[in-house]
């Protein structure tokens, strides 16, 4: 299949580039010209595992390419996906300017059949402005369909997620498209669910949402636990093994960040908003999730009292392992608040340094982890990278002033910490 890939952003490149691993012809667009140029280049813009090979692998075996120009990406495809940003506006109301003034491009550039396929998140109802939209602009009255196709990739595991996904969510209205979004898809042999195209676009919404629930219910119970003694791991692992409650998204930290769950949140909750209902539930699953951030400071300052001039190592920045991605990353707000007490700190993250200069100043950065602990009174372990659970434990005690150990990820196992001669300090154990 002929594909147009419009949006050359995290979700728009990965789908892209897997869309050609699994066989069809894509073209990947994007108005960034910097961007096109780099991977035209061979560069990438993002870190995402095993994307760099596959997009090398089908740029050689010219079935992905990337350009600026949308109109000759449409005129060479039978399906247009547009995969644009749709970013948070003051109230958190997702701007869908890219996704309007894309699809008037689409429709000025189509000349014969076109499915275009909403890839992007975006609110319930959207499709009906798509569709508006092309019929506006498409002069010649050339025939075209509207899907819904959102994406359930997570950073870091994105091109397995995109392999061997749960399932397929496709919304349609007419048999043509559903026939051809299932012989897209058809490679991969997964479960697919076909519905109409609000219900495919709520679906997104909605297991952001419940996903985000999961995790400040487990992080709403690891208070309950500090309180009472018990143990929040042990008390998920507990509750996971009921196939209705299911294991995944239970653990508790230092709460939820990246780019999608607090955005998609925050969008929930004013297209609800909208529509007529106050979705006070999600409201308190944002709270829940900001005073994990302010619990975190209060547990430091438990053990180090004040926090000037206090040295504080600090390990992992990225929003969660396996990706350099920084947006809304717990540690930022972690960090301010600890610089904002006075206190010098320093950190380090396998992948996410050069993204974080721009965006955490006054802090010192390490090139190697164990930097941090250079006469530190405290390290934090802010995201789990496997890599620190290799870190010497005996080297990094002998170079700390206070061997006291914070881990917002539960990561580490306290017997083994405390065996070492560090305090351990968990979040709800
Ligand atoms: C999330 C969804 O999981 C994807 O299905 C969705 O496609 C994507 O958003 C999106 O809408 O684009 P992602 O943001 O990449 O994916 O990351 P997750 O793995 O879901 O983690 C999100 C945050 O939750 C991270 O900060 C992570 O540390 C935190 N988390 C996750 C917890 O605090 N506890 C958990 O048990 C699980």
């Not at 869309?19 to 012809?25: N, Q």
């Not at 760099?52 to 050689?60: F, G, L, Q, S």
């Not at 819904?148 to 043509?176: H, K, Q, T, Y």
């Not at 997964?190 to 995790?215: G, Q, R």
């Amino acid at each position: 299949m002929k594909i147009a890939m419009i949006g050359t952003g995290y979700v728009g490149l990965t789908t892209g580039a897997c869309f050609a691993k699994i066989g069809h012809e894509v073209i990947c667009v994007d108005n960034d010209s910097n961007k096109i140029e780099t991977l035209n280049s061979g560069k990438m813009p993002i870190y995402e595992p095993g994307l760099h090979d596959i997009v090398k692998e089908m740029v050689t075996a010219h079935r992905l390419s990337f350009t600026t120009d949308i109109k000759t990406a449409v005129h060479n495809s039978t399906v247009c996906f547009i995969a644009v940003g749709t970013p948070p506006r003051g109230k958190g109301e997702p701007d869908l300017a890219y996704v309007e003034n894309v699809a008037r491009e689409i429709a000025t550039s189509m000349e014969e059949y076109l499915l275009i396929v909403e890839k992007s998140t975006v609110p319930v109802q959207t499709h009906k402005w798509i569709r508006t939209t092309i019929e506006r602009y498409n002069r010649t009255g050339t025939p075209f369909d509207v899907a819904s196709n959102p994406e359930f990739l997570r950073e870091g595991s994105a091109v397995n997620d995109f392999l061997n996904p749960d399932r397929i969510v496709i919304g349609v209205e007419s048999d043509r498209a559903s026939d051809l979004m299932k012989e897209i898809y058809k490679p991969l042999n997964a479960p697919i669910v076909i519905t109409d195209l609000a219900s495919a676009e709520l679906i997104k919404h909605a297991s952001n949402a419940f996903l985000a629930m999961k995790i400040s219910f487990a992080n709403a119970l690891a208070v309950v636990c500090e309180a009472s003694g018990a143990d929040v791991h042990q008390v998920t692992c507990g509750m996971g093994m009921d196939k209705r409650i299911g294991p995944s998204f239970l653990d508790a930290g230092i709460g939820y960040g990246g780019f999608c769950f607090p955005k998609d949140l925050r969008a929930f909750i004013h297209i609800a908003e909208e529509l007529g209902y106050d979705f006070k539930l999600l409201r308190e699953v944002e709270n829940i999730n900001n005073e994990m951030k302010l619990r975190f400071i209060r547990k430091i300052q438990s053990v180090l009292w004040n926090l000037q001039n206090k040295n504080i190592g600090v390990l992992g920045l990225s929003f969660k392992p396996d990706t350099d991605d920084m947006r809304f990353a717990p540690s930022i707000d972690i960090i301010a608040e600890l610089v904002h007490k006075g206190a010098h700190v320093r950190a380090y993250d396998p992948k996410a340094m050069e993204r974080a200069r721009k965006i955490i100043p006054g802090i010192e950065f390490c090139s190697k982890a164990e930097d941090v602990a250079e006469d530190a009174d405290i390290l934090l372990l802010l995201t789990e990278w496997s890599e620190f659970k290799q870190l010497d434990l005996t080297k990094l005690k002998k170079r700390m002033r206070v061997p006291i150990i914070c881990d917002g990820r539960n990561m580490l196992k306290r017997t083994e910490i405390e065996k070492q001669g560090f305090t351990y300090l968990g979040v709800g154990r």
